[in-house]
């Protein structure tokens, strides 16, 4: 795993600095912005990634994480005048700690039962902000201050923040969290027997995991300066899923390689209206089915079969 792991940030790093390095050559505001988009669905990707891939909790309300982060520091700032460098932390606070509640609730469920129970505590969330107009305007949508002129500023802002949420992940996985992580999804009645707290590691990656996505909600609150209740649509969440699927379930770089490559192509098959959502659909079953590592497990698989094998010495050597 260490060798992998390693192999994998430094691919994640690459992406990074090739993203760095983009708007050196890309003028063009809309699609820097598309880029800084990207950005936070990355972070988003990565934080269910943690959940589903690492530990293998499937949450079908990874949207509605960063639609709370995002109203957050949004009404902190709408009500109170609370200025963003207290409602962002803020914001990951509140949204790691509703994780943190829901977690205890929800985590003794399996498979189906929890996937529904996400989907519904995230109609919810969005249906009780939808219908609180005189508190957070609804479908009228909440302005939310921004934090630079330039769009330059939010580019790099939000790339430094996606660089942190990686290599954050990384130092988290090669610790002993991640091995307990890893051996529940794998295996949790093994991971039990070998003294592993199943119930307080689950909890703990649903708590990491909403914080994330609270983080990269502010963020984009601060971006877009406008926010309304869609954030937290199920079509968000299931192109959120897709992103890590289609990346790679279980690796550090296919969330983020995923949520580039998903998010461009939305991009330019948003003339096509629903027809995207049923082409994503239909991607994700087709590589949760046959490539279980998503692209990058399909990048990965000729330089493993390269390998040469060094046959152990035999006992006459």
Known sequence: MGSRARIELIVSLAILI???LVPAFVANEYWRGVLIVSMVFAMLAAAWNLL??????FSLAPATFGMIGAYTTGLLAYHLETPPILGIPAAVVVAGLIGLVLGRIVLRLRGPYLALTTLSFAEIMRLVISNSIDFTR???GLNVPGLFQS???YYYLILGALAAVQLGLYWLLQTPVGLYLRAIRDDEIAAA????????WKTYAFALSAAISGLAGALYAHFAQLISPELGLISQSGLIISMAVIGGLGTLVGPLGGAFLVYYASEFLRDFGNYQLIAFALLVILFARF????????LRRPFERSRPIIAAPSPAE
């Open 138 to 140: 609804g479908d009228l």
């Open 18 to 20: 090739v993203v760095a």
């Open 151 to 153: 769009r330059l500023a």
């Open 291 to 298: 490539f279980r590592e998503g692209l990058w497990g399909l």
């Open 52 to 57: 589903a891939g690492y530990t293998g909790q």
């Open 193 to 200: 027997s070998r003294g592993v707290k199943i119930v307080w």
